[in-house]
């Protein structure tokens, strides 16, 4: 740097700051005069509060007061070498060097004659605190001048060749070790994807398979399935507003088939189709109903049908298996297991659109039957019917629907061919009639039907049977329930003379009744 240059480091001191961070001699008075006047309203603010006496500065023409160290440790010799001033090793500028004190005119204003005395290069300096020094104002130089009087002074090197081609070798190192880095990593990815595939895969694995046949012997269910099944069928109901489904058992090869008088029991004239096990389907008519029994029988034109075996419900023992086909919920084709539950339950039944309730000596079974196994067959370990299913024990859910708890009811099938035969010669069915309703009550000891209403000139009244007589036995049936007694007399063939035996005013009697017809 010559002679007549400027130090314009972005450090440097503006011109005309002279002096160290060692606290300066007390100021002379003129320069003390020289400080700047406090406005009115800037003295109001930093006054002291009214009444105090204390002031905030220092004494006119005194800078604070330094606060010494209380104790100065000695300096190691190669700190106080360091910093001791020009020479090898220490941090003083060169002679001749751009931050040299002894560059002519003003130079850095943090680097003068007696920098030696700077308490960061004089390690024995002790600490003090004080203002920043207060400069004139033609005095004060901005730091973007310094800047710019750096660049025009002293322009940046430029970077080497050397380093520019140092940085393209170093980016093409990292791209060609990225390459191959990425191709390794492919690669061993694959080969670990086709080994681990090799591991899990064994093109020559055969899974072992027994050639013993199932064991079904006959009476099995499976065997009763496949004789049975082909007689049973789908029957699928509809009318303007409505539609439903059941089942079926064909019953004759005529095109005879027995069903729930509920299955098909809807308002109007029903479309009526019945499904076979084929899948095939044929439109089927009503031959007649039955009501009061739950039974109905259709007539299809479908020839080569394959006639299910009616067996003897009176027969039947409590604890025989017995297996239910039929198309629950829609399910056609369903089988299901179980035994006899119970024989000669009373069973009542709602009526269908006003007709009368039917009252049934229900045959009990916990084999599953759900909705739409209505009219479908419940079939002994000989692989004949011995009940139509007709109902159901459940709890009910929120949305209407019921399903099986393990407690049905079939209707048995000496009754369902009684009726069935005479629908199909006659059309109608003729019901014995005892001319009389009941209802069930108790005494505490011994239950029966009591006699709500007598039929004026009808078989209970022409025997001498009176309202509020309690039947308790009708021939060798014990009488316990109003229900019991509407069985009985169903069971019963119109003019048929019976024995009952009734309670009136506690005294025990008996009466002969010839039934009627209705």
């Not at 930093?46 to 330094?66: L, Q």
């Not at 090197?157 to 393209?168: N, V, W």
């Not at 994807?193 to 099995?220: C, F, I, M, Y």
């Amino acid at each position: 740097m010559s002679d007549d240059q400027v130090d314009s480091s972005p450090f440097a001191r503006p011109d005309g700051a002279e002096g160290s961070f060692q606290p300066p001699p007390p100021a002379p008075a003129e320069q003390a005069a020289s400080r700047p006047q406090v406005s009115a309203a800037d003295r109001e603010i930093f006054s002291p509060p009214a009444g105090s006496d204390a002031a905030f500065a220092p004494a006119p023409g005194d800078r604070m007061p330094a606060r010494h160290s209380p104790l100065r440790q000695p300096v190691p010799a190669e700190l106080a070498q360091v910093y001791a001033g020009a020479g090898a090793g220490s941090f003083a500028p060169a002679p001749g060097d751009r931050l040299s004190p002894s560059l002519p005119g003003p130079g850095s204003p943090w680097w003068k004659p007696d920098a030696a005395t700077d308490p960061w290069r004089d390690p024995q300096s002790p600490y003090w605190i004080a203002g920043p020094p207060v400069y004139a104002e033609d005095e004060v130089i901005g730091m973007a001048e310094a800047v710019e009087d750096q660049d025009k002074t002293e322009p940046a090197p430029a970077p080497s060749g050397k380093r520019a081609r140092f940085g393209l070798s170093a980016l093409a190192m990292v791209l060609v070790a990225g390459l191959v880095a990425g191709l390794l990593g492919g690669g061993v990815g694959y080969w670990l994807s086709e080994r681990a595939h090799d591991v899990l895969t064994d093109p020559n694995v055969k899974l072992a398979k027994t050639d013993t046949p199932a064991n079904r012997p006959p009476g099995s269910v499976a065997d009763i399935a496949k004789r049975v099944s082909p007689a049973v069928v789908s029957v699928d109901v509809r009318s303007a507003d409505a539609a439903g489904s059941g089942s079926g058992v064909i019953i004759d090869k005529g095109g005879y088939i027995l069903t729930n008088n509920h299955v098909v029991a809807f308002p109007g004239t029903p479309t009526i189709r019945v499904v076979f096990a084929d899948r095939s389907s044929a439109p089927a008519r009503v031959v007649g109903t039955d009501p009061r029994n739950d039974l109905a029988v259709l007539k299809v034109t479908k020839t080569d049908l394959t006639v299910a075996t009616l067996g003897d419900s009176d027969s039947l023992a409590v604890g025989d298996p017995v297996v239910a086909i039929g198309d629950p919920l829609g399910l056609r084709g369903t089988v299901t297991a179980g035994i006899v539950s119970a024989l000669n339950r009373p069973l009542r039944l709602p009526g269908e659109n006003g007709e009368p309730d039917a009252v049934i000596d229900a045959v009990q079974t916990d084999a599953s039957i759900n909705p739409g196994n209505s009219g479908g067959a419940l079939v002994d370990a000989a692989g004949a019917v011995v009940g139509i299913n007709t109902a159901i024990a459940s709890v009910s859910q929120s949305n209407g629907q019921s399903g099986n708890i393990g407690v049905g009811f079939a209707i048995p099938v000496n009754t369902a061919r009684a009726v069935a035969e005479e629908l199909i010669q006659t059309g109608k069915v003729r019901h014995a009639d005892l001319g009389a309703s009941s209802r069930s009550v108790t005494d505490g000891t011994r239950d029966g039907a009591y006699l709500v209403q007598i039929v004026p000139n009808g078989p209970a009244a022409k025997a001498g049977l009176k309202e509020g007589d309690v039947v308790t036995l009708f021939e060798d049936t014990l009488i316990d329930s109003g229900d019991a007694l509407t069985v009985a007399v169903a069971e019963s063939r119109p003019g048929d003379t019976v024995t009952l035996r009734y309670v009136r005013d506690g005294v025990t009697g008996q009466a002969k009744v010839t039934l009627g017809s209705s």
